[in-house]
C-alpha cells in the first residue's frame, strides 16, 4: 500500500530554516509528480509545491516563492523542502503527496488520493 512518511518538522524562529523530507513507498515514485501541502488549524490544506517525477521541473506557490525549494532523490523514493526565511504564517502542518499529473503543476487537496500523516512546522515571531 502507499505509505508517506514526513520528517523535519520543528519550531524556529522567523526568518529561520527548516528542511522537510519524506519517504515514499507502495507506488512508483520515479514515475510520479510529488506535491507538498500545508493545513494551518481553522484553514483548508493548500498547496505549497510541485515536481515532475524527473526533477527538472518545479512548481511553486506564490506564498512561498522565492523561500521555499522542492526537490527528490528517486533513487532514495524521497522529495524535500527547504524552507528559508520563515515567517509565522508559515506554520502549519505539511503534507507530501503524489499528484495524478505526470508534471510540476498546481494542485487542489482534492485531487490528492494519498496523504502520509504530515509534520508540524511552528513559527515564532
Known amino acids: 500500500q502507499v505509505q508517506l512518511v514526513e520528517s523535519g518538522g520543528g519550531s524556529v524562529q522567523a526568518g529561520g530554516s527548516l528542511s522537510l523530507s519524506c519517504k515514499a513507498s507502495g507506488f512508483a515514485f520515479s514515475d510520479s509528480a510529488m506535491c507538498w501541502f500545508r493545513q494551518a488549524p481553522g484553514r483548508e490544506r493548500e498547496f505549497v509545491a510541485s515536481?515532475?517525477?524527473?526533477?527538472?521541473?518545479?512548481h511553486v506557490s506564490l506564498l512561498v516563492t522565492g523561500r521555499f525549494t522542492v526537490s527528490r532523490n528517486n533513487a532514495e523514493s524521497s522529495v524535500y523542502l527547504q524552507m528559508n526565511n520563515l515567517k509565522p504564517e508559515d506554520t502549519a502542518v505539511y503534507y507530501c503527496?503524489?499528484?495524478?499529473?505526470?508534471?510540476?503543476?498546481?494542485?487542489?487537496?482534492?485531487?490528492?488520493?494519498?496523504w502520509g500523516q504530515g509534520t508540524q512546522v511552528s513559527v515564532s515571531s
Open positions: 515536481i515532475s517525477p524527473d526533477g527538472a521541473s518545479t
Open positions: 503527496a503524489p499528484s495524478r499529473l505526470s508534471e510540476a503543476s498546481y494542485m487542489v487537496a482534492s485531487m490528492i488520493d494519498y
